[in-house]
């Protein structure tokens, strides 16, 4: 199986570091949602990455699904979410909120780069509004875990979708957080990024040329 999308994307990064968590061989194919967007539309037509596509040339698209189908293939006693119940809606949550904050972060990075001095003043301040209250909620529900983890002593997909994304904000959009003001989060993300799979699987952001 391959892996397509560059790793200075949150979405790209975590579906690897899950697959390097879960011991699953893959090959990495750095393709540009902007440069190499006729490759990456052979795969996705949404031209759109992480796109996974298996050995037998199905093409998973979306992190979410690309992490079901993962652990499924590893199974419940390995996967990185809990299979059934509150607990799993609970980490489900936590994902959905760190990958909405994603979504608005690269929003928010698009439209400083592509529109440059025709900026919408109105979505810029929605989307930095956005971005610091889910900042405090993701902080506030960090900070009542007193586990090393989101799922106990385990690394789970909250733990890493909330690291990547909080990396790519921080590269992105440095006055957006603030470790201060986060202590929840910052303490979280250096814990995440101090593990092998991290320090393996990055890539310092390069802002898209339009």
Known sequence: MFLIGQYDSPFVRRVAIAL????????HRPWSTFGDADKVATYNPLRRVPTLVLDDGEALIESTIILDYLDDLV????AMLPRAGAERRRHLRICALATGLGDKAVSLLYERVLRKDQQLALWVERCTTQIADVLGVLDAERAKVT??????????HA???????????????????????????????????ALAPFREIVQPLAPPKG
């Open 20 to 27: 390097k968590l879960y011991g699953i061989a893959f090959e």
């Open 147 to 156: 586990t090393p983890y989101w799922l106990g002593d385990r690394i789970g």
């Open 159 to 193: 733990d890493v979708a909330v690291a990547c994304v909080i990396r790519f904000t921080r590269e992105a959009h440095p006055s957006l957080f603030d470790a201060s003001r986060y202590p929840a989060l910052a303490a979280h993300a250096e814990r995440c990024e």
């Open 75 to 78: 199974g419940s006693e390995k």
